[in-house]
């Protein structure tokens, strides 16, 4: 039941975070802590081809949040 919970939570988080990112780079930030928690939800069910999507959304998100924290620098 708790790792049921632990999913539901994350997911919602992600979601609600990839929502919000037009707002600001720290919603970017959240979204990637958002896919990684899904990925380890993913692992932690046994679900590793979610998983590992789930890694490789966390990496694109973090590499967006690099890009836009550093975009924002150089102005």
């Not at 970017?28 to 899904?38: L, Y």
């Not at 679900?47 to 973090?62: K, N, R, S």
């Given at each position: 039941?708790?790792?049921?919970?632990?999913?539901?939570?994350?997911?919602?988080?992600?979601?609600?975070?990839?929502?919000?990112?037009?707002?600001?780079?720290?919603?970017?930030?959240?979204?990637?802590?958002?896919?990684?928690?899904?990925?380890?939800?993913?692992?932690?069910?046994?679900?590793?081809?979610?998983?590992?999507?789930?890694?490789?959304?966390?990496?694109?998100?973090?590499?967006?949040?690099?890009?836009?924290?550093?975009?924002k620098a150089a102005l």
């Amino acid at each position: 039941m708790a790792l049921t919970t632990y999913g539901i939570i994350s997911l919602t988080f992600m979601m609600v975070m990839y929502a919000l990112e037009r707002h600001g780079s720290i919603f970017v930030f959240a979204f990637a802590v958002g896919c990684a928690m899904s990925s380890a939800y993913g692992f932690l069910v046994g679900a590793w081809p979610f998983g590992i999507v789930e890694a490789i959304w966390t990496i694109i998100a973090v590499h967006r949040y690099w890009g836009t924290t550093h975009e924002k620098a150089a102005l």
